[in-house]
């Protein structure tokens, strides 16, 4: 249904491209394209008064949500029929440990022989600032690393670890809640 003020209204000077002048102020949607919203409880004679489209009775017509998201009346819901997805369990009681990754191509740009951790790159401007509170070596593109570095964090990969102590290096874990260095266990 078309807006009752423009029903009737002579619009053919908009139509006629020739002489119609567009701007800012002139643009309005063709007529029959925006309706106008349905103002619900508002008498019967508005259409949509009394119960609002809602009917007399039912859980549907009460206040609040009638049934849960997802909720089928009482058929086994799609959720329950698809198969559960097969993977590795990251859900409540199940938790995976999130390190900020750190390469090692960020050796070759210390001093040789020093202690590294995520500390002192950070404050050498070597690298950014993290929103993890781990921190991991990895391996990165071949650059020559730095000779001789006790490199200090929370977990190295098998790749990272060998091309530190091929350079005459040390891997130093830390612990994952004080920070502190952990002494390595003797077997």
């Not at 209204?9 to 349905?38: V, W, Y």
């Not at 964090?153 to 830390?174: D, M, N, P, Q, S």
Request: a positive charge; aromatic letters at 6%; glycine letters at 12%.
């Amino acid at each position: 249904m078309f807006d009752w003020k423009r029903r009737e209204a002579d619009e053919s000077h908009l139509n006629d491209l020739e002489t119609a002048e567009f701007s800012f102020d002139t643009l309005r949607p063709a007529p029959g394209s925006r309706r106008t919203k349905t103002r619900k409880g508002r008498g019967i004679a508005a259409g949509q008064g009394a119960t609002c489209g809602f009917g007399m009775r039912g859980q549907k017509s009460r206040a609040g949500r009638p049934t849960r998201p997802g909720f089928e009346g009482g058929q086994n819901p799609l959720y329950r029929r698809l198969p559960k997805f097969v993977g590795k369990p990251l859900g409540p009681g199940h938790t995976r440990t999130l390190y900020n990754p750190i390469s090692t191509s960020v050796l070759s740009k210390v001093d040789a022989g020093s202690t590294v951790n995520f500390d002192s790159l950070l404050s050498g401007k070597i690298i950014t600032k993290s929103k993890f509170k781990l921190h991991k070596f990895v391996s990165g593109p071949s650059d020559p690393i730095a000779d001789n570095l006790t490199v200090q964090a929370h977990a190295f990969t098998g790749t990272a670890r060998e091309a530190i102590e091929a350079a005459g290096g040390k891997c130093v874990l830390l612990s994952p809640t004080t920070g502190q260095v952990l002494e390595p266990v003797e077997a």
